[in-house]
């Protein structure tokens, strides 16, 4: 990139931060000025802290919630797309939809972060470090919210320092109803899914199907040759069915399945780019739920099952089959309306055969209390401790501890401060010590004897939320990873153990500001420092993330418009045999709306990149120009 466009990069950066600030304080001087016209809402409740439900002010962690209109509204086919519209979440994909997507919170690698639906953990034991196929996961009409927990704060999961992101779909109520929704796009890309659900005060039930499919594009920058376009497809199916048999007893069944066929380029020896994947993934849960005036009693057995195969030039070149096992149990007794003891046990027994039909299994037990007091209405905390015992790398301890401090003020709005500390461990998977063991890998890999990783993080920060609907938040982070394991890029020997930390630190802002009834100003700014062992700069990770939206509302919510803004700035990538290169600074504008035809019936339509951006989050992989996306949306 030339000079002067890094230049109009820097000053467009340096305006994003002069908003969000000019935001802050113009808008604090006037809800100061401005009698209280309405309550603070403080009452909503999330589950991703504790795996109880908590209200959200009174969690000490950094928690966002994307609610299920927002992610109808920006209309993106992927859940990557809808999660790097948050405060300290990036990500890069190598090729479009459907290709390896690597997600990162707070610099930290996709594979420290838990992905659950439902609470069934999407992860893929036969992947080398066990981390979820984020490229798989598409938005669909069954999503209610998604709760993201950011930083080493899901010592209850058992989580690394990434956090946990855990998707919640919707429950069947009342009488027999669903939707349908058809859309298109470039790429010839289309996308029909369809819901089913009803309830009763005993029983309840929903289904969803989705059939996603697109040609994609030509992403690999050295496919001069076939010059193919790589396409991608996906069928999920999505169950969730309960039952009441008494005003205390909950059953509960999850039943997912996602089948995809995905075709790139730049696989094999030497390289071809007529390459194909195909996944099949399998998720279950089966839980009850017993609850009483003082404790509640929670069981549950899931099951994550995955076998993908790898095709060069339509010969098999590579398969492997997954499967965790895992059984939970937590417990909460409430002596008294200001205190909560959470307790729980989970085992884990995870599988992986191998290419060479070799059969790797690894057990893991865990043991966890969380304590929860309320000092008054205003201050809360939050400790507790997890106890892991891993087969092969033995006993390992976790901690939380976290705070939150609410404070009304004059003008009606109200601060909030907040404080939490969490470590974390992860073990080396079966994938990379089988593949160290292996005949693909040489020294110095062969000869280095992989231990565990350990984490531990803290943040603090203050949040303002305004009787108007203003917010205001800053946060600042600061974790370590202490002897990472990495996949050796400079010689591609195996994996190896670094002998330091890597360390991530930075700040979160986060605005949003109804700027009338109709309009709706948002943004988030990100500025992160992330260091290897060596202090120098960690790979795709950029040192400045934001968001700057605006949203409008108007003709009794029949129609609605979204802008957003998305930038990124100062992200170094490593090719072999050349070393560590820098990337282009981007930015990025899409905008989506719709119209509600009727009661039942929804228009809309997207532009993506709509200034047609020439970037590449991995070096040698394009990104999609301009694309139109639409369809309609059905209800009956």
């Known amino acids: 990139m030339q000079l002067t466009t890094r230049r109009y990069f820097y000053k467009r950066w340096y305006f994003e931060v002069l908003l969000l600030l000019a935001l802050a304080v113009s808008v604090r001087t006037e809800a100061q000025s401005d009698e209280p016209e309405q309550n603070i809402n403080i009452e909503e409740v999330v589950t991703i802290s504790s795996r109880v439900e908590v209200p959200l002010e009174r969690i000490g962690a950094a928690v966002s919630v994307i609610s299920a209109e927002d992610i109808q509204l920006r209309g993106y086919h992927s859940v990557t797309d809808i999660l790097r519209t948050q405060p300290g979440i990036g990500a890069s994909n190598n090729g479009g939809l459907g290709k390896p997507t690597a997600l990162r919170i707070r610099g930290e690698e ?71 929704n058809v859309g298109f796009g470039d790429f010839d890309t289309t996308k029909i899914d369809g819901t089913l659900s009803g309830g009763t005060e005993r029983v309840n039930f929903f289904i969803s199907a989705s059939d996603f499919s697109s040609d994609g594009y030509n992403a690999r920058t050295s496919d001069t040759e076939l010059m193919d376009k790589d396409g991608y497809e996906n069928k999920t199916l999505h169950t969730k069915l309960g039952w009441n048999p008494t005003n205390q007893l909950t059953l509960q069944l999850v039943a997912r399945n996602t089948e995809t066929e995905n075709e790139f380029d730049g696989c094999g020896f030497p390289t071809i780019h007529a390459c194909s994947e195909s996944n099949k993934q399998s998720a279950f849960k089966l839980s009850s739920t ?34 965790i096992r895992r059984f939970e149990y937590t417990g909460t007794f409430k002596p008294n309306q200001h205190s909560t003891l959470i307790y729980g046990l989970d085992t884990d027994k995870a599988q992986v055969i191998n290419n060479s039909n070799q059969v790797l299994e690894r057990n893991e037990k865990g043991a966890y209390f969380e304590y929860q007091q309320d000092i008054g209405d205003s201050f809360f905390i939050t400790a507790g401790g997890r106890r892991d015992d891993n087969d092969d790398f033995g006993k390992h301890t976790s901690v939380r501890i976290s705070s939150a401090y609410l404070k009304n003020l004059s003008d009606g709005g109200r601060l909030k401060y907040r404080i939490s500390y969490g470590t974390g461990f992860r073990a080396p998977s079966l994938y990379e010590i089988s593949y160290n063991s292996g005949p693909y890998a040489f020294p110095p890999a062969t000869n280095a004897p992989l231990t565990e990783e350990s984490s531990d993080g803290i943040d603090f920060g203050v949040e303002y939320t305004g009787i108007s609907g203003l917010f205001l938040g800053i946060t600042y982070f600061d974790q370590n990873i202490e002897d990472e394991l990495f996949f050796d890029l400079s010689g591609y020997s195996g994996y190896l153990q670094s002998a330091g930390k890597n360390r991530s630190s930075g700040i979160e802002l986060v605005a949003e500001y109804p700027v009338t009834s109709q309009w709706v100003l948002f943004g988030n700014t990100t500025f992160n420092k992330t260091e290897d062992q060596n202090g120098l700069q960690r790979i795709r990770r950029p040192k400045q993330l934001a968001n700057l939206g605006l949203q409008f509302s108007s003709f009794n919510d029949k129609v609605s418009l979204l802008l957003n803004y998305r930038s990124s700035a100062h992200a170094i990538d490593e090719l072999y045999g050349i070393g560590r290169i820098t990337l282009d600074d981007y930015w990025v504008m899409d905008v989506s709306t719709s119209i509600r035809l009727s009661q039942t019936m929804e228009v809309y339509g997207r532009l993506e990149n709509l200034t047609d951006e020439d970037y590449e989050e991995i070096t040698g992989f394009r990104v999609p120009g301009l694309n139109i996306n639409g369809g309609i949306r059905i209800r009956f």
């Open 290 to 323: 017993y609850e009483s005036d003082k404790f509640k009693h929670y069981l549950a057995l899931s099951t994550t099952e995955v076998d993908r195969s790898d095709w060069h030039a339509g010969v098999s070149s590579f398969a492997m089959e997954g499967l």
């Open 110 to 180: 996709g594979y420290r972060t838990l992905v659950m639906i439902d609470g069934v953990e999407l992860s893929d034991p036969s992947r080398p470090q066990v981390g979820p196929a984020f490229e798989h996961l598409l938005t669909t009409n069954d999503i209610e919210r998604i709760e993201i927990l950011r930083g080493a704060q899901g010592f209850i999961y058992g989580a690394d320092a990434g956090g946990v992101i855990n998707i919640l779909t919707k429950t069947g109520a009342g009488p027999l109803g669903g939707g349908i």
